[in-house]
C-alpha cells in the first residue's frame, strides 16, 4: 500500500522507517513545516537524515502531502483537545477523498468521535487506530473480533510514564518529584509531563475504549480524571504494608470512563513495572483477557499502526 | 454467515449456542453419529437437549452435515495425531467445496500444515484456526496482523491442565497424583489426562505456532517434549526457597519447538496460575507482548471460534 505519513515525530519517522519492511511505500512524509513527496515513492533514509539535518523533511510544503498519490494517510501529528485541529482536517481530507486513515493522533478519535464515524460512513475509505490505546498491545483489533457487544469493560494501565513514576516510587521510596525529574532525563517523561501525570492520556485511551465499547459517545469532557501528581506521600508506604500498591488505572464501563490512582495487589496481573502498559479486557463468554507490551515509543506504536495497515489490506 | 459445525462436545456445543448472538447462522450440527441439518437454520435449542435426552444431535447422518448450504465450516471434532483423520477430510471436503474453515481440532494444522495450506491455495474458502492455540487469547490474529516475519519467537504456559497441576502442587505443597485426581474431580484434568500431563497438548499448540511463525513446517514428531508426570517431588519445594516456580513452558523459536518444565519467578509474568494460559510474543520493534486468558472450555474457545468467523465476514 502506497503510505501518506503526516507527522515527524517518533512515531512518523519510525513508520516511514518500517514501512517497506512490512511491504508498503511511503509516497509522502510531512512535518509541520515541510514535506517529502513523490508518488513513486520517497527515499525515506534521505528525508529522515533532512529532518536531523536541516529540521525539514524535503523540499515539499507540508499541504502537498495528501495531494500525492496514496491508498492510506497515518495520522501521526501531535494529539490536540477540543476540536482535534489540525489532525481531523487531515482525516477529512483523506476520507472525503476515499483513502483509508490509520490514526496514531487520539484527537480525532477521543474529541470527535460522531463526526470521525460520519466522515468513513460517506468514504470509501477506512478509519483504524490501534496505535491510539496501549501502543504495541493489540487492544482494539481484540475488541474487533471478539465483537464489542460481547465486551462489557476494559480497565488498565495505559500511561507508561505515570506508571514509571509509581512503580520507581515504590520500589525505592523516592519522591514524586525527584523520580519524575529522573524519568524526564532517561527520556521516559517529557519536558512538560502534565498529560501523562494529570491523567488525560491515558483517559483519551479510555474514552476511545469507551466510543468502541459503548453506546454512546464519549469525549474527554465526559470522563471522571485524577492524576497521579496529588498522591499524598505516604500512600505508597502504606499501600505496601498491606502486600499492595498503586497505579494509574484507566477504566471503561457501562457506568462511563474514570482515571485515577487505584490500590491493586503488589504482585497482581496489573502492577505492571516500568513503562509496561496492561489492558483488561471482561468478555461475556470468555472471562477475563490481559494484554500487555509496551504502550509507548516510536517503534512501538509504528508497529500497531502498520498492523491496521495490514488488516486495511486483507 | 450459515455455519456448519462438526463436532457436539464443548466447543462445538457452544458455538452453535452463541453462533446466533454473534449474527451467524447453524445450518448444521453433527456428532459422530448423526447431525441436524436445515438449510434455513436448525433450532440450536432443540438439537442440543436432543444431545443430552437422546445421545444424538437430530435425525439426519453425520455425513448429511457437509451437504447443507453453508459459508463456513466450524471444524471442532477431537484432536486426532498423524493423518489427523476423519478432521482433516471434512476441511478437505469443505475447502474444495469452496467453503471457509475454522478449525478448533489442532490435528491438521499441527499434523499437516503444508496439506493444509496447499488445499486453501486450490480453494476461494480461507483456513483460520485461533482457537487451536490458547484458547480465547488472541494469539494468531495477533501474530497475522502484526506479520509472522517481525516475530521472532513464542513462549508460554499453553496448557490449562497442567498448569492448574502444577500451581496447586507449589501452593498447597500437595503430591502430583493428589492433584491429578483433584483436578478431575473438578473436571479440570480428563479421565484420561495424558496428552494434556505429558505435554503433547502444549506442544501441539507450540507446533502451530511454529508453522504461523516459520520457514519450514512442523508436526508433533519435531517437537521436543516432556510433561510433568516425573517432575521430582522436591522440585517445587527447591524452587520455592529461591522465589521461583515451575511451569510447564512450550517454545516455538527459530531453534525448533520444546516444552517442557521450566524454573520461572515465582511473582513473574509466566507464573500464571490454575487453568490460565500465557503467550509471549517476541517481537522485532515492539519488544514482547503478554497475552493471558482462559486457554481452554466450552464458550471461551468458541468465543475464538467466532471470532475468527467474524474476520472471515471483513
Redesign the interface.
Known amino acids: 500500500m502506497k503510505l501518506a505519513v503526516l507527522g515527524a515525530g517518533a512515531v512518523g519517522r519510525?513508520v516511514a522507517d518500517?514501512a517497506g519492511?512490512?511491504g508498503h511505500e511511503v509516497t509522502a512524509l510531512a512535518d509541520s513545516t515541510s514535506a517529502a513527496v513523490d508518488s513513486e515513492g520517497i527515499d525515506v533514509a534521505a528525508a529522515l537524515a533532512e529532518k536531523d539535518e536541516a529540521g525539514r523533511v524535503g523540499s515539499a510544503a507540508p499541504e502537498d502531502a495528501l495531494d500525492t498519490e496514496y491508498d492510506a494517510l497515518v495520522e501521526a501529528t501531535p494529539t490536540t483537545l477540543g476540536d482535534a485541529e489540525p489532525g481531523f482536517g487531515h482525516v477529512r481530507a483523506a476520507l472525503e477523498a476515499d483513502h483509508h486513515v490509520v490514526l496514531a493522533n487520539k484527537g480525532p478519535v477521543a474529541e470527535r468521535y460522531a463526526d470521525l464515524r460520519e466522515l468513513e460512513r460517506d468514504s470509501e475509505g477506512r478509519v483504524r487506530f490501534e496505535a491510539t490505546v496501549g501502543?504495541?498491545?493489540?487492544v482494539l483489533?481484540?475488541v474487533e473480533?471478539?465483537?464489542p457487544?460481547?465486551i462489557s469493560a476494559a480497565r488498565g494501565v495505559l500511561n507508561g510514564t505515570a506508571n514509571f513514576v509509581l512503580s520507581r516510587m515504590a520500589a525505592e521510596g523516592l519522591g514524586y518529584e525527584h523520580v519524575l525529574a529522573e524519568a524526564q532525563d532517561l527520556g521516559v517523561a517529557e519536558a512538560d509531563p502534565s498529560f501523562d501525570v494529570n491523567g488525560t492520556d491515558a483517559a483519551l485511551k479510555c474514552v476511545i475504549l469507551a466510543n468502541v465499547l459503548g453506546d454512546r459517545e464519549y469525549s474527554l469532557d465526559d470522563a471522571e480524571v485524577e492524576g497521579i501528581a496529588e498522591l499524598p506521600g505516604n500512600a505508597l508506604e502504606l499501600a505496601g504494608e498491606d502486600g499492595r500498591t498503586v497505579r494509574l488505572i484507566g477504566e471503561a464501563t457501562p457506568e462511563g470512563v474514570r482515571v485515577g490512582p487505584r490500590l491493586v495487589p503488589e504482585?497482581g496481573?496489573l502492577a505492571v513495572s516500568g513503562t509496561r502498559n496492561i489492558v483488561q479486557l471482561e468478555?461475556d463468554?470468555?472471562?477475563?483477557?490481559?494484554?500487555?507490551?509496551?504502550g509507548a515509543?516510536g517503534?512501538?506504536t509504528?508497529?500497531?499502526v502498520?498492523?491496521?495497515v495490514?488488516?486495511l489490506g486483507?
Chains 1, 2 share one sequence.
Not at 501502543?135 to 493489540?138: D, E, L, S
Not at 463468554?285 to 509496551?294: D, M
Open positions: 519510525s518500517l519492511e512490512y501502543g504495541a498491545i493489540p483489533s481484540t473480533s471478539y465483537g457487544d460481547t504482585n496481573t468478555t463468554h470468555a472471562g477475563r483477557l490481559n494484554l500487555s507490551g509496551r515509543g517503534p512501538e509504528a508497529t500497531a502498520l498492523a491496521d495490514n488488516r486483507d
